[in-house]
């Protein structure tokens, strides 16, 4: 709408530039009036004599109050169109609003007929041509008239009309209706106040006071998110740990809750298990107990799940024919209660139904290990095997019974007190000493310690306001970590436990007492601020030890971590942490734990019928921390952490303990409700509204249905677009978990993914393809620019698009799949997939590579240049683009086999400080070096067999050579056989083969430091054409066993040689040390085998990388010969402290290449400074992958 609000006002300046020199008034111009009254269209028949003849017409027409009898103001709210009718359509040519004569009396309509009609306004000069039939002329001189030059009608065409519309008009209609008209059509709904500040405005500027409101809706107001509105008032109770977060504060830091009443919609889950399968350690009908009071006095103590609630000074009673009755000591079933102390709640009278028990034989546990068996309740009734998961009866809980004993009026009984206040006796030492408590009754209220919601609910919730000195309870006992609270299973159908922990109580001012109230912890994850730990740090403390399948034990997954997979949306955002507890979201390759899915376990004894978890250490990775590459987190648009000041107003969804009060699938329709009626950006939101209605997704097709967050989200993908582009809303669209699963383009795959792969042919889903075309961009047929449809030579509706365009555009649809699942929001509690987080195009496997029709008779991607056809180290050129991989090697962008996805040292090139591309990449900053406590050494190796078993360099130095320490072979060496570990040379010592000598150097001259890069200059006599010399090194020369890890091989000249890469322009053996994080150094080595050709026929392929380092302990290589050299390097440069690294990088001009770069073509991935990579995202291509010839392909 603002490109054609831009642009108009210099089309009619160049329209009026081409009929500038038009006649006027035109000798063949007639003149019509527009008619006195609003009836249907008035034809201009004199215009249609000449239908098909080429010739354009000139129509005279005044304004409306000359056009009629009626003065002044009496034609305001006159509005007199002139259209044209093709082929049953009327298509708008001109309008006429104004009373009054102006240069803008007549305006030109939007359409396809704009080009070719003109209008001229102007006052006569003279009177016109006389009329033949009223022998008048046709106008008089000084009349105010406006000419249009009207396109010819065609054969087909009927003609042009014209037509009047009464209105009361805007001079009529008093200013404050006039304001709440236009804020009825732009609001969902105008205050008092704001349609007299409109009046107000527009009395003073006119219409241009509606233009100005507009103005300030779309340029200086921000959309108002709807999950975040949601998520600022989400602090729901825990009674655990849960995928998406762990409880807390503890009782002694800022933010801790505490409530004056004694049960919460929790408690009445446990305690009839409604809607889900909920318990304690088995039993999930926690019943609440009450006891008689040891101090006398008929109080009376409440518990649940074993645990003092409260003590009340007398029972709990309940009306029954017109007598109170009390509730005997027992057990006793919750079937209802409202969270506030008493019978308070708001400004209401006191209520006599916020507490209701079933006085009656309480809930008992279905619980059971059925083995296909019937399962007795103990109550009569019987609920048959018929849950199965994998073809495998589960083991669930039956809440039928409960739910029917508590919809029974006559066995639920309202205690007239309401829900209990939580209290003690302060003087009973010997209660107070077993119960875990804290003193708050010194705090400052409301400076230390607040009331939250106090008319709402009268004092019963309150929050502390900062950390107290120490975390020990009044009996000296420490709190506990809350993330360790009980946890359930990953599967909602497994067991689960909700052991009821120990509550903490608060002594609070004026000696009241209260409840440790834990809530579930959301926490800022936005896309400008992301988790620096990305939540690992809760993912740590919520992990639990178990014993894995072979009896190992393991640290389970239990909250998941928080960082958001990158994706098209997040990524230019996206930030590198160095906290110790970084973790990712996607679990990290581990080739010995293939059978560890997120999938059901067979029978295993770690948890029948359940999910095996996942061990945290899938998602820790090891280059975490400051000494490390560190992790890229990410965040999620609009994901703001809660308002501490704002209670429980909303929940989050769980499987396994729904609280039966809490209607999940209104809280969505809540938030927009309350969003819409108190919003700012009123406009954006009606705007939202509208995009969501083009772009319709049905939230109970969706397995997330009774998800509040993950459904909210999907409208807020329309309310932030609302006055950005069409392009965008489409973007966020398609990538959206509910709508790929609704219109089933998710995990779509390309023709070649089966056929090429599998030799199996399937085509790609073409659902989503259909609905883009038709509903969301441009129709089933063509259409001029004033919507009425474009015909062929046979009067045809012209179609846009054939089913072939429908087959190509489905084939652009593939390899979408979901994002992992993760924490910090709400989700399905089962999943292992996210249904908010943007779909991920994961694997290019998937992906269609084949060229796409347009709709132009040509191919998307026509001009891009084949990929085998990019220019030379385009790595280096103009626009390159990298992408910040963090510590992590393995590329995001680039398919990667099987074969190749965990070796570390596969394609990735070391860049060197010298290097222009390191330059950019890192964006050095100027740091000093490390603090060490290794002393200078001299370069010169020695022996000593108490530190090392072969030649060591001790101290720092730039160098490390080992003289003549390794001459010789075998027996015949000084030191035999001088390697760190039991390899040993070869014993045949009739020819002298071996490495002679070994120098380490650094590059740059500078002493010898983790991450610098070395050479390697080997002196080794060499007697066979066909020797190879293979080089190594380990990070670590006094571990056992040693991490040797392969750098080359070379075959070196028949004699004595210092051994180089022939042929090249960079001979020289190099590698980069590896990181070195201790202040006191850290110890290396290298390795350089010998291994002769002489013994080849019993040899491993000397051309090809060695499978060992050593391999003198089988029946050959008998002639070899291996040597280590052994050095102190001092601590690395910590990458934080080096550079600066930005999530993505682009090339602002072309580079030279520097060493290595200089003998490559290409690059994957980079490594930029030691253990910090990045990867190489080359320019836009046509990549074809399984032809050679892909000419050929399309000849």
């Known amino acids: 709408m603002l490109r054609v609000r831009m642009k108009w006002p210099l089309l009619l300046l160049l329209l009026e530039l081409v009929h500038a020199n038009e006649p006027w008034p035109h000798p063949d111009a007639l003149k019509f009036t527009c008619p006195d009254r609003d009836f249907s269209p008035q034809k201009l028949t004199p215009l249609s004599s000449d239908r098909g003849k080429g010739v354009p017409k000139y129509v005279l027409l005044p304004t409306i109050s000359t056009s009629s009898s009626e003065a002044g103001s009496s034609a305001e709210g006159k509005l007199c169109t002139l259209t044209r009718l093709n082929n049953k359509f009327y298509i708008p040519i001109g309008k006429s609003y104004l009373s009054h004569w102006n240069d803008d009396a007549w305006q030109l309509s939007p359409g396809r007929y704009l080009s070719r009609t003109s209008v001229q306004c102007d006052t006569t000069s003279s009177d016109g041509p006389t009329n033949a039939i009223t022998g008048e002329p046709d106008y008089l001189s000084g009349e105010e008239l406006c000419q249009f030059k009207l396109h010819p009608l065609g054969p087909a065409d009927d003609g042009y009309y014209l037509q009047t519309h009464k209105g009361r008009g805007i001079a009529s209609t008093p200013p404050r209706t006039q304001a709440a008209r236009f804020l009825e059509r732009t609001t969902w709904g105008a205050t008092w106040e704001e349609i007299s500040h409109l009046t107000e405005e527009y009395e003073r500027d006119g219409i241009m006071a509606m233009a100005e409101w507009a103005h300030h809706q779309t340029t200086a107001l921000e959309p108002t998110s709807h999950r975040a509105y949601f998520r600022r008032r989400l602090n729901p109770r825990a009674v655990e740990s849960y995928l998406y977060g762990i409880p807390g504060p503890k009782a002694c830091e800022e933010d801790a809750r505490f409530r004056r009443f004694a049960f919460t919609f929790k408690d009445v889950q446990l305690s009839r298990g409604q809607d889900s399968p909920a318990g304690n350690d088995g039993h999930p009908y926690t019943v609440m107990k009450i006891e008689s009071y040891a101090g006398g006095g008929g109080g009376k103590v409440i518990k649940f799940g074993g645990e003092v609630r409260t003590v009340t000074d007398g029972p709990l009673q309940y009306e029954e024919d017109g007598n109170l009755i009390d509730l005997a000591d027992g057990d006793y079933t919750i079937c209802n209660v409202h969270e506030v102390a008493d019978n308070e709640l708001g400004g209401l009278p006191p209520l006599t139904y916020t507490f209701q028990v079933l006085v009656d034989t309480p809930c008992t546990s279905s619980y059971t290990n059925r083995d296909g068996l019937e399962d007795n309740l103990g109550d009569g009734s019987i609920d048959f095997e018929n849950k199965r998961v994998s073809g495998r009866l589960i083991r669930s809980y039956d809440s039928a019974a409960c739910n029917a004993k508590c919809n029974d009026k006559s066995k639920v009984k309202l205690i007239i007190t309401g829900n209990p206040t939580v209290q003690l006796p302060a003087d009973d030492v010997d209660l107070l000493g077993t119960l875990s408590w804290i003193d708050l009754s010194a705090l400052a209220v409301p400076e230390e310690l607040t009331i939250l919601e106090e008319e709402r609910t009268h004092e019963s919730n309150w929050l502390l306001r900062r950390d107290l000195d120490n975390c020990f309870d009044q009996n000296g006992d420490e709190f506990l970590d809350p993330a360790g609270l009980a946890f359930t299973d990953l599967r909602s159908t497994g067991r689960g436990k909700f052991n009821i922990d120990k509550p903490i109580f608060a002594k609070m001012p004026n000696n009241k007492w209260a409840l440790h109230d834990f809530r579930t912890q959301f926490h800022q994850n936005t896309m400008e601020e992301p988790m620096m730990d990305g939540g690992g740090s809760a993912m740590k403390r919520a992990a639990r030890s178990g014993a894995n399948d072979d009896g190992v034990l393991r640290t389970d997954l239990v909250t998941r971590c928080s960082n958001v997979q990158r994706n098209i949306f997040n990524e230019p955002h996206c930030k590198i942490s160095y906290h110790p507890d970084a973790c990712v979201s996607v679990p990290l390759p581990d080739p010995s734990d293939s059978f560890r899915r997120s999938q059901y376990n067979p029978g295993g004894p770690l948890r029948k019928g359940g999910l095996v978890p996942d061990p945290v250490y899938k998602y820790t990775p090891p280059y975490a921390g400051e000494d490390y590459g560190g992790v890229v987190v990410c965040g999620s648009a609009n994901e703001v952490a809660p308002d501490p000041m704002e209670d429980d107003t909303f929940d989050v969804t769980n499987r396994k303990?729904?609280?039966?009060?809490?209607?999940?699938?209104?809280?969505?329709?809540?938030?927009?409700?309350?969003?819409?009626?108190?919003?700012?950006?009123?406009?954006?939101?009606?705007?939202?509204?509208?995009?969501?209605?083009?772009?319709?997704?049905?939230?109970?097709?969706?397995?997330?249905?009774?998800?509040?967050?993950?459904?909210?989200?999907?409208?807020?993908?329309?309310?932030?677009?609302?006055?950005?582009?069409?392009?965008?809303?489409?973007?966020?669209?398609?990538?959206?978990?509910?709508?790929?699963?609704?219109?089933?383009?998710?995990?779509?795959?390309?023709?070649?993914?089966?056929?090429?792969?599998?030799?199996?042919?399937?085509?790609?889903?073409?659902?989503?393809?259909?609905?883009?075309?038709?509903?969301?961009?441009?129709?089933?047929?063509?259409?001029?620019?004033?919507?009425?449809?474009?015909?062929?030579?046979?009067?045809?509706?012209?179609?846009?698009?054939?089913?072939?365009?429908?087959?190509?555009?489905?084939?652009?649809?593939?390899?979408?799949?979901?994002?992992?699942?993760?924490?910090?929001?709400?989700?399905?509690?089962?999943?292992?997939?996210?249904?908010?987080?943007?779909?991920?195009?994961?694997?290019?496997?998937?992906?269609?590579?084949?060229?796409?029709?347009?709709?132009?008779?040509?191919?998307?991607?026509?001009?891009?240049?084949?990929?085998?056809?990019?220019?030379?180290?385009?790595?280096?050129?103009?626009?390159?683009?990298?992408?910040?991989?963090?510590?992590?090697?393995?590329?995001?962008?680039?398919?990667?086999?099987?074969?190749?996805?965990?070796?570390?040292?596969?394609?990735?090139?070391?860049?060197?400080?010298?290097?222009?591309?390191?330059?950019?990449?890192?964006?050095?900053?100027?740091?000093?070096?490390?603090?060490?406590?290794?002393?200078?050494?001299?370069?010169?190796?020695?022996?000593?067999?108490?530190?090392?078993?072969?030649p060591l360099c001790q101290g720092s130095e730039s160098f490390c050579d080992s003289n003549s320490l390794l001459e010789g072979r075998g027996v015949n060496e000084a030191n035999p056989h001088n390697t760190i570990d039991d390899c040993t040379d070869g014993t045949d010592t009739t020819y002298d083969e071996s490495v002679k000598k070994i120098v380490v150097s650094t590059m740059t001259g500078d002493d010898l430091r983790g991450g610098e890069l070395v050479k390697i200059e080997a002196t080794v006599i060499s007697n066979r054409i066909g020797d190879v010399v293979d080089f190594y090194y380990t990070d670590d020369a006094t571990s056992d066993p040693h991490n040797w890890l392969f750098i080359t091989r070379v075959s070196p000249p028949v004699a004595e040689n210092i051994v180089s890469v022939p042929n090249t322009d960079f001979p020289e053996i190099t590698y980069t040390l590896p990181k070195c994080v201790s202040p006191e150094g850290c110890r290396q080595a290298v390795r350089v085998v010998l291994r002769s050709r002489r013994a080849q026929s019993r040899h491993s392929n000397l051309s090809t990388r060695p499978k060992s380092t050593c391999e003198s302990d089988k029946p050959y290589g008998i002639y070899d010969d291996a040597d280590d050299l052994v050095f102190d390097v001092l601590p690395s440069y910590r990458a934080k402290d080096l550079c600066e690294f930005q999530t993505l990088v682009t090339l602002d001009e072309n580079l030279l290449c520097d060493k290595r770069e200089c003998a490559v073509d290409t690059v994957r991935v980079v490594e930029v400074v030691p253990g910090v990579y990045y990867e190489y995202i080359h320019a836009p291509c046509v990549y074809l992958p399984f032809y050679n010839n892909p000419v050929k392909l399309f000849a």
Not at 696 to 715: C, F, H
Not at 744 to 768: C, I, M, Q, S
Request: glycine letters at 4%.
């Open 657 to 950: 303990l729904h609280a039966p009060v809490i209607n999940y699938n209104a809280q969505k329709k809540g938030v927009w409700a309350e969003v819409i009626l108190s919003a700012e950006d009123q406009l954006c939101q009606k705007m939202g509204w509208a995009l969501s209605k083009i772009f319709a997704t049905s939230t109970g097709t969706n397995a997330d249905s009774s998800n509040s967050e993950t459904n909210i989200n999907v409208m807020d993908n329309f309310v932030t677009s609302c006055f950005s582009t069409y392009k965008d809303v489409v973007k966020k669209v398609s990538f959206n978990e509910e709508m790929g699963a609704q219109l089933t383009f998710l995990r779509n795959k390309a023709v070649h993914t089966d056929w090429h792969l599998r030799k199996k042919l399937a085509w790609p889903d073409e659902n989503y393809a259909r609905e883009n075309l038709q509903l969301h961009s441009i129709g089933l047929i063509k259409l001029h620019d004033d919507g009425t449809p474009i015909l062929d030579q046979f009067d045809r509706r012209i179609p846009n698009y054939n089913q072939k365009h429908i087959f190509t555009a489905a084939k652009i649809w593939t390899g979408f799949n979901p994002s992992y699942r993760r924490g910090n929001y709400e989700d399905l509690d089962w999943a292992t997939t996210s249904y908010l987080d943007p779909l991920q195009i994961s694997s290019i496997s998937a992906r269609d590579w084949f060229p796409k029709i347009d709709f132009e008779s040509g191919y998307i991607g026509d001009t891009y240049p084949l990929c085998a056809d990019l220019p030379r180290k385009h790595f280096l050129k103009k626009n390159a683009k990298y992408r910040l991989l963090g510590g992590s090697h393995q590329p995001l962008w680039h398919w990667q086999s099987d074969s190749t996805y965990y070796d570390q040292e596969f394609e990735h090139l070391t860049l060197t400080s010298n290097s222009s591309l390191y330059e950019k990449l890192c964006n050095p900053k100027s740091t000093q070096p490390p603090a060490t406590s290794l002393a200078a050494g001299t370069g010169s190796a020695e022996y000593n067999a108490a530190l090392s078993s072969a």
